[in-house]
């Protein structure tokens, strides 16, 4: 199981690419590299496409809505279904207009209790602080797993098992466990995102640590290195880059655990809040506005992560 | 390094393990049979409590001797005996301070429920797992092959394409889930469209690199053969992307259900197991809600293992 | 401890302590289902000074011997000391470089980085070690290189940047496993003379483990040639080829007759 497991959530890690081959006299940092054309114009195509597929769909969505509004004696200010279809208070899929409309109501006042920037920001916050939880965690737990054969025996099954497992279906009840025990806020939310994170971040650690191919621990061994010495010179930089590969994973999955953290407790603010809210009003367009930030701030998560890993694993090939 | 017998250890490391795992079972049953087990008086508590603890210790201790050597049982027993102890000692230790089941029930309780439910659960499976899930995840998949054969034949989709799927695997699905069921509605079909659009884009990454992984080598034969485009992909291409695809299918697999479950806490019909744990962990029913948690959990592991085995079967000589 | 490293004519082998001595050593692994016999009564003593190799066909205990003598592994049976104790306490003494078949360079430390790591483990003063590591770098002829970082260099530059990281420390003596293995005849030619080079500047008693003969022949004093199943000594061939050496000691008829030796021993044991 271990060993099924495990490849998945190290996608190219370590080694150097595309080192120069040939001769010795070759100067340095001449990695040959094909330079491709821009992808640029592809995606605006694809975006472009997407958007003249999304009118009819609208419309044919809202269609239904509207001829049922029109039969109730509602006054639309418009005719036809196929006219009202973009004029729907509550449509099924909202109208570029409508999306826009919701789109600067919620983000007017970027830092304003019901403004989406501001919970993005508190969702974002608790993630990030339970994604430096997990890794805290994380790592200490890795060191124990790669330092005792009987401690990896007995657990590192069961991390693995974790992995094909939906943990998040314990987030509604961890929150409201938290909120029992007193804890409240921000805090539980993080709890949550870190216990979610924890998982693929230790995995990836434990598999960092052991990733020194048998030469370099041989030539620590030549040098009497100490195992403190060894630990911070040789097995902590070489788990660096898986550490961030599974943060990157676990960066995503914590985001939703936060938000359905927040959705299964009494929340003052974050994403998920407001989308509690919303599904209640049937608020569909806020609902798009909020998917569209979520989405942001899945996106800028793995970003800002994919920063770090560049700012502290300097020594690697820009890919 | 001197070679001991092994047998001698290993007969300690049963005894440990069978004393320990006799000793908190008996704990439990001795406990079962008072009804209120926390009115023995002030003293018991702290007693109790380090029973348990002694107990764990003598455990760990048969764990750590089970797990030495490189023979099957000191690969399987170590994790096997951690869970079934740690199940032991909450259960004692739940009964010991008469914990309500309304805050963590303890393991027999989780049974029973297991076994109350069980149409339910079994209904809530059939849902979650078969409809959504599963369906869900082979839409996606064939969809995420189709467009990674078409992307790799028109190169300007593959441009325009992939960095959009790259962009869209960060973006959590909870920010989907409202938006789509708003759109669909309530029934299952919502959360298999959910399912199928996170299982397509790993796929759909996966498959266009598998595709390209072809060794330059393995073309120019296929090239010195004069082999037309379609025996290349049959023998040379496809061959060399299918364990390329088997990764993201192991990946996606797992996250087929984990997002069904999630997809559900937006809104369902009244089934599915997100539903049973979001409902059942407003009314306080926490044995309901672990008993969800076990069954999914025990789908997960279950669909990632047959996954594995069909990986395992189609590409021979891999591990 | 720390030996200079002033270019200074290189002494021939002297009478009087060995610097390593092999006496009836034995070395047998445990596989599933029995054990094998990588080393069986080996004997050796290597002076200071000398330039050994060892040479033979994989599994005839040319590594297992080495990694012996480096306190990588522990004998089953026999005598082994290294400096004039175990092995384990010349290990611990540090009197011993060790460079490996592959550069086995740590991927986020430069190429100064890397040559200073030995220092730093071995915590010589703070600041002297940049200015060792620069010497060693211009050693080995890679002094503009100090910034690069591993995946930047060709492997012939990373296994010498491995060399100069191995003499960093100063050590007496030299362990190098193939080094020069996975490259290219050329590489491997412009090496071999570089090592020569260094050799003879630094006056170091280097063991060096091939699978070349033309190699083994160009660069030793001495030949040990061992066989497989079991790993034995099969002989061993004093090189009479003129200090210092070049690409004309390859032309030198000796230089035939020598490698022609060596093959026979070879094809002896394989028999």
Redesign the interface.
């Known amino acids: 199981m271990s060993e099924g497991g495990s490849g998945k959530w190290v996608v190219g890690s370590g080694n150097g690419q595309g080192r120069v081959q040939g001769m010795t006299t070759l100067p340095a940092s001449t990695p040959r590299r094909v330079r491709r054309p821009s992808n640029l114009l592809p995606m605006l195509a694809v975006a472009v496409f997407a958007a003249l597929i999304y009118w009819p769909v609208m419309l044919f969505a809202n269609q239904g809505a509207a001829q049922k509004a029109l039969d109730s004696g509602a006054d639309l200010g418009c005719k036809t279904a196929l006219a009202c279809a973009t004029q729907l208070r509550n449509p099924v899929i909202p109208a570029p207009g409508q999306f826009w409309v919701g789109m600067r109501s919620l983000s007017a006042q970027p830092f304003s209790a019901t403004a989406a920037p501001y919970n993005a920001l508190v969702t974002g916050g608790e993630t990030l602080l339970g994604l430096g939880l997990a890794v805290v965690v994380g790592l200490a737990l890795a060191t124990l797993l790669v330092r005792s054969r009987s401690f990896e025996r007995a657990t590192l099954p069961w991390l693995v098992a974790s992995q094909t497992v939906p943990v998040v279906a314990l987030a509604p009840m961890l929150a409201v466990l938290l909120g029992q025990a007193g804890v409240q806020g921000f805090l539980p939310k993080a709890l949550i995102a870190a216990y979610i994170a924890f998982f693929p971040v230790t995995i990836g650690m434990a598999q960092g640590l052991r990733s020194p191919d048998p030469l370099q621990r041989d030539l620590m061994q030549t040098y009497r290195a100490s195992g403190p010495q060894t630990f911070l010179l040789l097995q902590l930089p070489a788990s660096l880059p898986y550490l961030f590969t599974s943060l990157k994973v676990a960066a995503t999955a914590a985001l939703v655990g936060s938000i359905v953290a927040e959705i299964s407790t009494i929340s003052f603010s974050g994403l998920g809040k407001m989308l509690a809210e919303n599904s209640r009003a049937s608020d569909t367009v806020a609902l798009w506005v909020i998917m569209v930030y979520g989405a942001a701030l899945g996106i800028a998560l793995v970003a800002l992560i994919g920063l770090l890993e560049r700012a502290v694993t300097r020594w690697r090939p820009v890919a | 390094?001197s070679?001991e017998r092994p047998v001698p250890r290993l007969a300690g490391a049963w005894g440990a393990l069978g004393l320990s795992g006799l000793g908190l079972a008996g704990l439990s049953l001795l406990l079962a049979r008072q009804e209120a087990p926390a009115q023995l008086g002030p003293a018991q508590p702290g007693l109790w409590l380090v029973g348990i603890t002694a107990l764990l210790l003598l455990g760990a201790v048969g764990?750590?001797q089970s797990?030495?050597g490189e023979g099957h049982p000191?690969?399987t027993v170590?994790?096997a005996?951690?869970?079934i102890l740690l199940v032991l000692a909450a259960e004692a230790a739940l009964r010991a301070y008469a914990v309500p089941t309304g805050?963590?029930p303890t393991p027999s309780k989780v049974l029973e429920a297991l076994w109350a439910a069980r149409t339910v659960l079994w209904r809530d499976a059939l849902t979650t797992f078969v409809y959504e899930a599963l369906l869900g995840f082979v839409i996606g998949t064939l969809l995420g092959l189709g467009l990674a054969l078409l992307s790799v034949r028109l190169r300007?989709?593959?441009?325009?394409?992939l960095?959009?799927a790259a962009?869209?695997?960060?973006?959590?699905?909870?920010?989907?889930a409202?938006?789509v069921i708003?759109?669909v509605g309530l029934g299952v079909a919502s959360k298999t469209i959910i399912v199928a659009v996170t299982v397509l884009f790993p796929v759909l990454i996966n498959a266009v690199r598998g595709l390209h992984s072809a060794q330059s080598m393995h073309l120019d034969l296929m090239h010195s053969y004069a082999a037309s485009a379609a025996q290349t992909f049959r023998d040379v291409r496809w061959p060399s992307a299918l364990p390329f695809v088997f990764?993201a299918l192991?990946?996606a697999?797992?996250l087929s259900?984990?997002n069904a479950?999630?997809a559900e806490?937006?809104?369902t019909e009244g089934r599915g197991?997100?539903f049973r744990?979001?409902i059942e962990?407003g009314k306080?029913g926490?044995d309901v809600?672990w008993a969800?948690?076990v069954v999914?959990?025990v789908l997960?592991?279950s669909?990632?293992l047959v996954i594995?085995l069909i990986e395992r079967r189609i590409l021979p000589g891999r591990? | 401890m720390t030996h200079s490293l002033l270019p200074t004519s290189h002494s021939p082998p002297h009478s009087g302590p060995p610097i390593v001595s092999v006496r009836d050593l034995g070395m047998i692994f445990p596989v599933p289902g029995g054990q094998t016999v990588a080393l069986q009564d080996a004997n050796l003593e290597i002076m200071p000074g000398e330039f050994i190799s060892l040479i033979g066909p994989s599994g005839c205990g040319k590594t297992t011997l080495l990694r012996l003598m480096a306190d990588l592994i522990s004998p089953t049976s026999g005598q082994l000391t290294v400096n004039g104790g175990t092995p384990r306490q010349a290990r611990e003494a540090r009197s011993y470089g060790y460079v490996f078949q592959a550069p086995a360079l740590m991927e986020w430390r430069n190429v100064l980085g890397n040559v200073r790591l030995p220092l730093d483990v071995m915590n010589t003063p703070k600041d002297s070690r940049a200015a060792r590591a620069r010497e060693m770098l211009r050693l080995v002829g890679l002094e503009k290189f100090e910034r690069s970082y591993p995946w930047q260099l060709s492997g012939g530059m990373q296994q010498r940047v491995s060399i100069a990281r191995a003499l960093a420390p100063g050590p007496a003596l030299l362990f190098m496993d193939e080094p020069f293995g996975a490259l290219d005849e050329i590489t491997r030619e412009n090496l071999n003379l570089e090592l020569l080079r260094l050799w003879r500047e630094t006056g170091k008693t280097v063991v060096f483990v091939t699978h070349s003969i033309s190699e083994a022949v160009f660069l030793s004093s001495r030949v040990v040639v061992m066989t497989a199943r079991p790993g034995k000594i099969e002989g061993i061939v004093n090189i009479d080829l003129p200090q210092p050496r070049g690409e004309e000691s390859r032309e030198d008829p000796r230089f035939f007759q020598y490698a022609t030796e060596i093959r026979e021993l070879l094809r002896r044991g394989h028999e």
């Open positions: 390094m070679l764990i750590r797990a030495q000191a690969r170590p994790a005996a951690t869970l805050l963590i300007f989709l593959e441009r325009g394409l960095p959009y962009l869209l695997s960060s973006v959590p699905i909870v920010a989907l409202p938006v708003k759109a990764t192991r990946v697999a797992p259900l984990i479950i999630v806490f937006f809104g197991l997100g744990i979001q962990v306080f926490l809600v969800a948690i999914a959990s997960g592991i669909f990632y594995s591990r």
